[in-house]
């Protein structure tokens, strides 16, 4: 790709001269612009077209349009304008497209054999590596990419589009009276543009048309080697879960689909964003744009992959047991019971997270406030800690993430909770299941807060530097007639360890304390959930 943008980089300023070769020679401006073209520029014309029907590049529209011209004795200056910028990006496309085919070759001939070294490399096979022959090499040129069109159409049309851009922009600084000069902002802005829409490359990041082209035919070539090795191979989808992963990249991350067969599979699917719902698709084989990377559907930057998979069906139901993978079906019911806008759990087991959110319910009765209120159910991988909330301050929600290291099985889980309960970390009569809850005072405490302040500044102060939390505390020390330093910290220490950490927690062990155990909570607690009731 490197070596693809630093071609383009050079080609595009060859073809900057040349409009300015344009424009100087010419000489059009707003008195003449509308004029029919005396018989000096007329045959000037005829002899850039005659040049261009040796070169072979009258073809698709713009042949058309340059024969009409040709063929005609009246014509405006205007439209030799625009013919003569439509030619200069047809030249440059003639210069590249001889060193960009073989580049894009190059690269699809890497995962053709990839393809076939998967195969060999999972089933221990020597069968011999061969590379793309020409005729499939120029089938796969040919297959649609993400837009519906193939390569050619998709070069064709960003000719044409890019050309009107430049005959718009000199039209616009000619009925203004401004030098025509490529090399101003003007024309520079455009050109970048077009130069970074067809490839872009900002450190390790890399978009633009020719990337998911390049994407497109890649996996397509991958698959073909696959087939050659294995004709009735399966592969699996992978995605890039980091949070920035499309709906519909993450509801096909990890299903796998037959290479030449039918495949029935559910993926969120729609034209836009508000239009994406999880569908039932029926495809024979691999589809690009639906099955296939880059998918497509509504415009964005895919990053997901395919690898070549040898596990039948029941290794695949042990393999999701195993790893405790949500399915899209299973994140969307998730949402739908628990009032939640997106869910992502992949990797966390589904046992854990029912109990904890059935779990989380008791609290709701007294702090109706907050039901409904996480928005986000986020996976995470963390060194530490079992679950996080963060209120988002756009719309007052909260995103809840869960580790994937503490709860990859319930029995993890159980462990691990019930180790930090023995060492006193935790209250005691308290479960793994109570964990929800704690963030839960966290919630409440959010809400309390975000409705005494007016700006998002003041409300992320408090809620950063447990301002409110600590006045909470503080007002049930209060009631409990309690001001020696020495009896609050032994208090607050006698819910949990991690209660005294900081004022935050001291609710959050409070509430675990006070849904786990009720009356036989601690005093404190009690009365921290006493205070927090008549403060929402």
Not at 146 to 152: D, E, Q, R, V
Request: with cysteine.
């Amino acid at each position: 790709m490197l070596e693809l943008k630093k071609l383009y980089n050079r080609v595009s300023k060859q073809t900057q001269n040349k409009l300015q070769e344009i424009l100087d020679t010419f000489h059009f401006n707003f008195d003449n612009l509308y004029n029919v073209a005396d018989n000096k520029i007329k045959h000037r014309v005829n002899r850039y077209i005659e040049e261009w029907k040796d070169k072979g590049l009258l073809t698709e529209y713009f042949g058309m349009l340059a024969n009409n011209i040709y063929r005609r004795t009246r014509v405006k200056n205007s439209e030799i304008l625009e013919l003569l910028i439509y030619g200069a990006y047809v030249e440059e496309q003639n210069k590249l497209d001889e060193y960009e085919k073989q580049i894009i070759y190059d690269d699809v001939n890497y995962y053709y054999q990839e393809g076939q070294k998967e195969v060999n490399n999972t089933l221990r096979k020597k069968k011999s590596i061969s590379i793309i022959d020409m005729a499939l090499f120029l089938y796969l040129l040919n297959q649609p990419n993400y837009t519906g069109l193939n390569l050619n159409q998709c070069i064709q049309t960003t000719i044409q589009y890019n050309a009107n851009q430049i005959y718009r922009q000199v039209l616009i600084n000619i009925q203004q009276q401004k030098d025509l000069e490529i090399e101003n902002n003007e024309f520079q802005r455009i050109i970048n543009q077009q130069n970074n829409q067809k490839l872009c490359i900002n450190g390790n990041k890399i978009s633009g048309f020719m990337d998911n082209q390049m994407i497109g035919m890649n996996n397509l070539a991958k698959v073909k080697g696959i087939k050659k090795q294995d004709n009735d191979a399966k592969v699996r989808f992978i995605a890039v879960i980091d949070e920035k992963e499309t709906d519909m990249c993450h509801s096909l991350d990890e299903q796998i689909f037959y290479i030449d067969k039918e495949n029935i599979f559910d993926r969120y699917y729609g034209e836009t964003q508000k239009d994406l719902r999880i569908q039932r698709i029926k495809c024979k084989g691999l589809v690009l744009g639906l099955n296939l990377p880059p998918i497509s559907h509504h415009f964005h930057w895919c990053r997901s992959t395919i690898t070549y998979q040898v596990q039948d069906n029941k290794s695949k139901e042990q393999m999701e047991k195993k790893f405790n993978i949500f399915s899209s079906a299973e994140e969307k019911n998730i949402e739908n019971k628990y009032n939640i806008n997106k869910a992502r759990m992949k990797g966390i087991d589904k046992v854990a997270l029912e109990n904890i959110l059935e779990n989380m319910k008791k609290a709701y009765k007294d702090f109706p406030q907050v039901e409904g209120k996480i928005k986000n159910l986020q996976s995470i991988e963390h060194p530490n800690g079992g679950m996080n909330i963060m209120p988002d301050l756009k719309d007052n929600k909260h995103v809840m993430q869960i580790n994937k290291k503490f709860f990859n099985s319930e029995k993890t889980a159980e462990e691990q909770y019930n180790k930090d309960l023995k060492s006193g970390f935790h209250p005691e009569g308290t479960t793994y299941k109570d964990m929800g809850i704690h963030e839960l005072g966290h919630s409440v405490t959010f809400e309390i807060i975000k409705n005494k302040y007016n700006t998002k500044k003041a409300i992320s102060n408090d809620w950063n530097k447990n301002i409110t939390a600590k006045e909470i505390v503080q007002e049930a020390f209060k009631n409990l007639e309690i001001n020696d330093k020495l009896t609050k910290d032994i208090l607050r220490n006698n819910i949990s360890n991690y209660a005294v950490s900081n004022y935050g927690e001291t609710i959050g062990e409070a509430f675990a304390d006070y849904y786990s155990n009720r009356e036989k909570s601690n005093i404190l607690s009690k009365e921290i959930i006493k205070v927090m009731k008549g403060m929402v």
